[in-house]
């Protein structure tokens, strides 16, 4: 879990770069983009969408975070956007390391995730993982596991999407998050 705490010294859209910075985090860069609807489709606008991921080593820019990878001082670890008039939001950031469970005391890998919290104006608030498609990984994590509907976990993963993904500099994904009923998008049940 470890959302960043605060106060954030940055949130903006753009995880790879920080203000007064020249250099960008390590690792490959991506673009997030989706669409936050509720259960009939509706898109939400105005909802506050967090991100909070590990670095290109692995780890949360977190204190609680035990994993002796090193810190990325060029990385923001956390980005907030607000949806759009049609339900739509977009980071730039890195493709997260999976990483050993060893430092939290278990055993296995955690596969390449990103965490994601929303924010409904009526104060509701959900919080939910992404995955990426094509991680072996995925099989074997245990929050995964613990998701009985196999359509469930798909909506959980996010989708190369190669019309958004632009030449030389960023592969795109596209991660949709329904609210409530039958398609959402399988919740967090523990967030810290």
Not at 73 to 82: D, E, K, L, M, V
Not at 88 to 100: E, K, L, N, Q
Request: aromatic share 8%; proline share 9%; with cysteine.
């Amino acid at each position: 879990p470890f959302y960043p705490p605060a106060p954030h010294a940055e949130t903006d859209v753009d995880l790879t770069l920080l203000d007064g910075h020249t250099e960008r985090a390590a690792g490959d860069t991506i673009l997030v983009r989706g669409r936050v609807t509720d259960l009939a489709g509706k898109p939400l606008a105005n909802a506050r969408v967090d991100i909070w991921q590990t670095n290109h080593w692995g780890r949360y820019a977190h204190p609680r975070d035990r994993n002796p990878a090193p810190l990325d001082p060029n990385f923001q670890g956390i980005g907030i956007a607000h949806t759009d008039g049609e339900g739509f939001y977009g980071f730039r950031t890195i493709r997260p390391a999976p990483y050993p469970l060893s430092a939290m005391g278990d055993a296995g890998m955690r596969p390449r995730h990103s965490h994601f919290k929303v924010a409904l104006q009526d104060g509701g608030e959900v919080t939910t993982q992404m995955y990426f498609e094509g991680d072996p990984l995925i099989q074997h994590c245990a929050i995964v596991n613990a998701v009985s509907d196999p359509a469930a976990v798909d909506r959980m993963v996010a989708k190369l999407d190669l019309d958004n993904a632009v030449p030389f500099d960023a592969l795109a994904y596209r991660f949709d998050i329904v609210l409530r009923g039958r398609n959402e998008t399988p919740l967090d049940a523990e967030h810290n």
